[in-house]
């Protein structure tokens, strides 16, 4: 693999997880006031149709951008671009029928939605939410386009600009709903579905984005290979999409399950559907915002990684696509166990300091975040093992994996539900497990079907003992400056504190090579201090 070729990757993929991690903070700004507006009830009602609406997005689009970036990247890779654009083409029919169809479904499926959910107004934002299938399956296409062309930036400018749009309507609409239907039996429904409105309004800023981008950059190319038929790039388009759908699919399904379970359980019970919103507003929300944070960082790796793996591929290189693989399999536990780390760490004064409406429900927040921070690892480390894999032309197995993990965890959580009396802790005990299963499962069809020879020590033990000693200084610090200054303050310098130690550690332990520092950005003064460090 050339230094460029690895750079280019790094690079790319370093776009796409900066513009992941930038819209992951504006999504903390503003689900801030909104989740202190909604109260923990309209929370509850907001986050369970964002599960079921994440289904409806995952069936008809959410593959959308791996499947069209993998079948112009291969067309690309051979100088065929006037059948990648004909790919692309019929891609954008095949999304708007899909995304379509999803709409109609969740708009008049909403009330049945309602009753199965049993939750009062749960409709109301599900309608807001159903046209949002559509706009996004055109936007998931044409983002694919530009990654195929190994291009993250137009996806990661229009990632901001949609969470800027998102941050900006679902704040306004979810305080002036409220406010109009204050004196509404079901006021938290509408509030909920103001704030789904901001869904809608970001998808729209992002997809007339990416279109005049496209617009403004594409040229009609020269006609260097035979037209592929229709039918052909139809049937390549379903059997990639597939796989991805229904590995994606069980995902969300597993989300999705936990909240009808947790619900229909825990009322059977004997608890009030106030009390049950509340508990299912904090995890979906508050704890599941914040481990989500570095998940979306390795979501974007994942994006960033398809195009050159299916390039090497299709150049028939396995020792650079293995070199590949590791690279970012690195960069991306790099990331996400020191996050899981300083998550846990800091869970009480990070859960007081961003959601001041938890009330009585904040110590059980700040519990859940030190119980099952570490899903973040296991979350990220199967999202870039699947996409590594789907890269790779094993489209089916990481589907059978997450459906064998998905058996385990339903029964894990009813049982848990059912026979014990952990309540919402068990909703953070199956997230944790779900993704470790397919994690395992995963790395070892790497080393089975590719042969791929893991670097423990490297990937994972350094980042590992790095983090460890950094939660040591995360503590100390935020310890020692609330003894003199404000809360909010030994937060900041707890974290500035722990980045400067973890990123010493990591280079003074050598979890990177030279040569890979070197493909990193800013690889030059990177290597500079890892070796003024270790001198």
């Not at 930038?22 to 149709?49: D, E, Q, W």
């Not at 891609?91 to 499926?109: D, K, Q």
């Not at 970001?202 to 229709?230: D, I, M, N, Y």
């Not at 059912?418 to 199956?430: E, H, N, P, R, S």
């Amino acid at each position: 693999m050339s230094g460029n070729t690895a750079r280019n990757m790094l690079v790319q993929g370093s776009i796409l997880a900066a513009a992941g991690f930038v819209t992951k903070i504006i999504g903390f700004l503003y689900r801030i006031p909104m989740a202190n507006l909604l109260g923990n009830a309209g929370n509850g009602i907001y986050s369970v149709s964002f599960g079921i609406y994440n289904i409806a997005l995952t069936l008809s689009s959410c593959s959308m951008p791996l499947a069209v970036s993998k079948l112009v990247s291969a067309r690309e890779a051979r100088d065929d671009h006037a059948n990648a654009r004909r790919v692309f083409a019929d891609a954008v029919l095949f999304a708007a029928a899909a995304g379509g169809l999803a709409a109609l479904v969740l708009f008049f499926g909403a009330d049945a939605l309602e009753a199965l959910y049993h939750r009062p107004g749960l409709a109301r934002p599900l309608r807001v939410l159903a046209p949002t299938t559509f706009v996004v399956a055109l936007l998931g296409t044409f983002r694919g386009w530009f990654q195929g062309h190994g291009n993250m930036v137009p996806t990661a400018i229009s990632q901001i600009l949609e969470q800027i749009a998102n941050a900006v309507v679902s704040v306004l609409a979810a305080w002036q709903l409220m406010r109009i239907y204050a004196a509404d039996p079901q006021a938290d429904a509408y509030g909920a579905a103001g704030g789904t409105l901001g869904t809608l309004a970001g998808a729209a800023v992002g997809l007339l984005f990416v279109v005049f981008l496209f617009v403004r950059s594409s040229r009609r190319p020269r006609l260097t290979a035979q037209p592929e038929s229709h039918a052909l790039i139809y049937r390549q388009l379903i059997l990639t999409v597939i796989p991805v759908i229904l590995s994606q699919t069980i995902y969300q399904i597993g989300y999705t399950l936990d909240d009808l379970t947790f619900g229909n359980v825990m009322a059977v019970k004997g608890f009030s559907d106030q009390a049950i919103s509340s508990w299912q507003g904090v995890f979906n929300t508050q704890y599941n915002q914040l481990v989500n944070l570095p998940v979306a960082i390795a979501t974007a790796l994942a994006a960033s990684t398809v195009p050159s793996i299916v390039s090497a591929s299709v150049a028939g290189s396995r020792r650079e696509a293995h070199r590949k693989i590791t690279a970012v399999l690195k960069l991306n536990m790099a990331v996400a166990i020191p996050s899981a780390v300083g998550l846990s760490v800091l869970a009480d004064p990070v859960m007081r300091l961003l959601f001041t409406g938890l009330g009585a429900l904040e110590p059980l927040a700040a519990r859940l975040l030190q119980t099952g921070s570490a899903a973040a690892v296991f979350y990220a480390l199967s999202t870039i093992t699947t996409a590594i894999l789907q890269a790779s032309n094993h489209m089916r197995t990481p589907v059978e994996h997450c459906a064998i993990s998905l058996g385990i965890h339903v029964a894990l959580v009813f049982g848990l539900l059912w026979f014990t009396d952990l309540g919402v802790y068990a909703l953070v005990i199956g997230n944790v497990t779900f993704p470790l299963l397919v994690s395992v499962l995963n790395c070892r069809a790497l080393t089975r079907k590719l042969g791929y020879h893991w670097r423990i020590s490297r990937t994972f033990g350094v980042p590992l003992v790095s983090a460890a000693l950094m939660g040591a200084v995360t503590w100390g610090s935020y310890h020692l400056v609330v003894l003199l200054l404000p809360r909010w303050l030994g937060v900041v310098v707890s974290v500035l504190a722990s980045i400067a130690a973890y990123g010493c550690l990591i280079l003074r332990l050598h979890c990177f090579a030279d040569s890979q520092l070197l493909e990193l950005p800013m690889g030059g003064r990177l290597l500079r201090l890892s070796r003024r460090i270790a001198s």
